[in-house]
T-cell receptor, first 114, second 111 residues
Framework: SAVISQKPSRDICQRGTSLTIQCQVD?????MFWYRQQPGQSLTLIATANQGSEATYESGFVIDKFPISRPNLTFSTLTVSNMSPEDSSIYLCSARQGSQETQYFGPGTRLLVL | QKEVEQDPGPLSVPEGAIVSLNCTYS??????FMWYRQYSRKGPELLMYTYSSGNKEDGRFTAQVDKSSKYISLFIRDSQPSDSATYLCAMIRAGSYQLTFGKGTKLSVIP
C-alpha cells in the first residue's frame, strides 16, 4: 500500500489568507484525491487531482476557492483560498494505485481559521 | 435519504466483547465495500475490503456484505482497548473512483 504524508499537519490561519497543503506519496499512483472531513460529517470529496491538467471538482467546490496542482505521479497540492471560519476542517489527501478500487489516506491537515 | 447511513454512536464495550458495526445503503449500484479505521488525529486506515456479497475474515475482523438487504457489517472479536477508534464504512460503484462514506461510528473498548 502507498504511504502518504501531508504538510503541514495543522495550522491556525487568519480569515482572508490562503494556505497550501502538500501531499507526497512514496510510490507512483494513478489517482490522487482531496477530501474534507468536518466534525460529525462524512468525508466529502473535493476534487480529483489530475497530473498535468486541471483538477476535476465535485459539486459545491470550485477552482477559485480550492486550486489544486499535480505536477507528477507522486505529489499534489491543495490551496484553500481567501479563508473564512467555515473552512475550518480536516483536509485529507488520498491515492489509488493501479486499477484497485481502494484508496489510501494521508494523516490529514487540521485547519483552524480565526 | 442519504446514500449511506451509519450510526455515529458512541459505542462503548468492555474488553473482550464482540463488536458489531453496521451500515445501510440505498444505491444498489455499489459493488465494492470497505471499512476504514481512524484513530484520533490520524487519517483513515484501510481495514477491510470486500467485493459484492459474502464474508471476509482477517484475524479478529470479519466483514460481511448482504447486497439483498443493502447492509454491511464489521465484526470485531475479542475487542481490545487498541481497537478504540472511529470506524468508517465506504463503498464504490463498479467503474467509478468515487468513495461514498458513512459518518463513522466511534468505538471505545474499556479495559
Amino acid at each position: 500500500s502507498a504511504v502518504i504524508s501531508q504538510k503541514p499537519s495543522r495550522d491556525i490561519c487568519q480569515r482572508g489568507t490562503s494556505l497550501t497543503i502538500q501531499c507526497q506519496v512514496d510510490s507512483q499512483v494513478t489517482m490522487m484525491f482531496w477530501y474534507r472531513q468536518q466534525p460529525g460529517q462524512s468525508l466529502t470529496l473535493i476534487a480529483t487531482a489530475n497530473q498535468g491538467s486541471e483538477a476535476t471538482y465535485e459539486s459545491g467546490f470550485v477552482i477559485d476557492k480550492f486550486p489544486i496542482s499535480r505536477p507528477n505521479l507522486t505529489f499534489s497540492t491543495l490551496t484553500v483560498s481567501n479563508m473564512s471560519p467555515e473552512d475550518s476542517s480536516i483536509y485529507l489527501c488520498s491515492a489509488r494505485q493501479g486499477s484497485q478500487e481502494t484508496q489510501y489516506f494521508g494523516p490529514g491537515t487540521r485547519l483552524l481559521v480565526l | 435519504q442519504k446514500e449511506v447511513e451509519q450510526d455515529p454512536g458512541p459505542l462503548s464495550v468492555p474488553e473482550g466483547a464482540i463488536v458489531s458495526l453496521n451500515c445501510t445503503y440505498s444505491n444498489s449500484a455499489f459493488q465494492y465495500f470497505m471499512w476504514y479505521r481512524q484513530y484520533s488525529r490520524k487519517g483513515p486506515e484501510l481495514l477491510m475490503y470486500t467485493y459484492s456479497s459474502g464474508n471476509k475474515e482477517d484475524g479478529r475482523f470479519t466483514a460481511q456484505v448482504d447486497k439483498s438487504s443493502k447492509y454491511i457489517s464489521l465484526f470485531i472479536r475479542d475487542s481490545q482497548p487498541s481497537d478504540s477508534a472511529t470506524y468508517l464504512c465506504a463503498m464504490i460503484r463498479a467503474g467509478s473512483y468515487q468513495l461514498t462514506f458513512g459518518k463513522g461510528t466511534k468505538l471505545s473498548v474499556i479495559p
